[in-house]
C-alpha cells in the first residue's frame, strides 16, 4: 500500500499506488507503432519503463471522490492498492460519494465491481463524461467478447446512478472537468483548486518518461492517435506556461511533478 497525502489550498486529495506492472522493454516498445525500437531504446536510456498506476482521491465540500478506480481484485499479481489505500485515510469504499471515471480503459474500470457483480462503492454517483459513455457503450455492443458483454450489462444496469458532464463542469467545490480527448473519445480530466493552489490530473495524457521529448509518438491504445498528439501538445504546453502541479496516471509513483520547457523540448520535473 503506498499513498502520497497534499493538500490544494483547503482540499485535502491523495495519490493512491493502486500497483506496479512490470513492464518490458518489448512491451514498452509495442506500444508505440510510430517509433522504432531503437527510438524507444535510446529514449529510456538506462531507465525502466513505468507501470505505476496512480488513483487521485479528493476531500472537496465534504465529498469524498475518487478518480478512477483501478483493477481492484480483477488485475495481475500486485494490484489492488487502491482498495487498501483507503484505509490509510479511514475511508472505506462505502464512503466514496462520487466515483469520477476518467476513460474507460481496463485499468480504469475495473475495479468497480466486485466478482460477483455488485458495485465495489455502492453509495456513490458515478460520473464521467456523455461522449465516454457513448464510446465504449457502442463498443461493447458492437463485440461478441465475453468481457465485453459483461461490461455491457454491467454498466448499463447502473445507468440510472450515473451523471454526464462536459469539459468546464464542476464536479465537486474547486473540482472542474478538463477536456483530454485523443486518448479516448470522452477521456477527460480534472483540475482541482483552491486558494491560488491548483493541481491539474491529466491522466493518460501521456505513458511514459520519455514522451515529454517525443510528444509526436503515437500510442496503440490512443482512439484517435493524432488528437492525441495535438491534445498532449497543447496540455503540456499549458502545464508549463502555468507551472501547475500535475498528476500522471502512469509515471513513476506519485506521478507528481511539473512540466518546463528547456530549448524547446518538455521536459518532466517529478516531485522529490
Not at 480504469?108 to 463524461?129: M, R
Not at 457513448?134 to 451523471?163: C, H, M, V, Y
Not at 505513458?207 to 482512439?223: C, G, I, L, N, V
Amino acid at each position: 500500500m503506498t499513498v502520497h497525502q497534499l493538500k490544494i489550498g483547503d482540499i485535502e486529495c491523495a495519490v493512491l499506488q493502486e500497483g506496479e506492472a512490470e513492464m518490458t522493454l518489448d512491451a514498452a516498445a509495442g506500444r508505440y507503432p510510430t517509433a522504432s525500437r531503437a527510438e524507444i531504446e535510446a529514449a529510456l536510456g538506462d531507465q525502466t519503463p513505468s507501470g505505476s498506476l496512480n488513483l487521485l482521491y479528493i476531500k472537496s465540500g465534504g465529498a469524498h471522490i475518487l478518480a478512477d478506480v483501478g483493477f481492484g481484485e480483477h488485475g495481475p499479481p500486485g494490484m489492488g492498492g487502491t482498495l487498501r489505500g483507503h484505509d490509510s485515510l479511514s475511508v472505506s469504499a462505502a464512503d466514496i460519494d462520487i466515483v469520477y471515471l476518467t476513460h474507460f480503459h481496463g485499468d480504469h474500470i475495473a475495479g468497480f465491481f466486485n466478482p460477483d457483480g455488485t458495485a465495489v462503492y455502492p453509495n456513490a454517483l458515478y460520473v464521467t463524461t456523455q461522449a465516454e459513455w457513448d464510446e465504449w457503450i457502442g463498443r461493447w455492443s458492437a463485440s461478441d467478447a465475453p468481457q465485453d458483454q459483461k461490461n455491457l450489462e454491467r454498466f448499463t444496469s447502473l445507468q440510472d446512478k450515473f451523471s454526464f458532464v462536459s469539459p468546464g463542469d464542476e464536479v465537486a467545490p474547486g473540482v472542474t472537468v478538463v477536456n483530454l480527448e485523443g486518448h479516448t473519445r470522452g477521456h477527460s480530466g480534472l483540475l482541482v483548486e483552491s486558494a491560488d493552489d491548483r493541481l491539474l490530473h491529466v491522466v493518460d495524457l501521456l505513458h511514459q518518461p520519455f514522451q515529454f521529448a517525443r510528444t509526436e509518438w503515437h500510442f496503440s491504445f490512443d482512439s484517435d492517435p493524432d488528437l492525441a498528439v495535438e491534445t498532449r501538445v497543447q496540455v503540456l504546453q499549458r502545464c508549463a506556461d502555468e507551472g501547475i502541479l500535475t498528476l500522471f496516471y502512469h509515471l513513476p509513483f506519485p506521478g507528481l511533478g511539473r512540466v518546463t520547457v528547456e530549448d524547446g523540448i518538455f521536459v518532466w520535473n517529478p516531485i522529490a
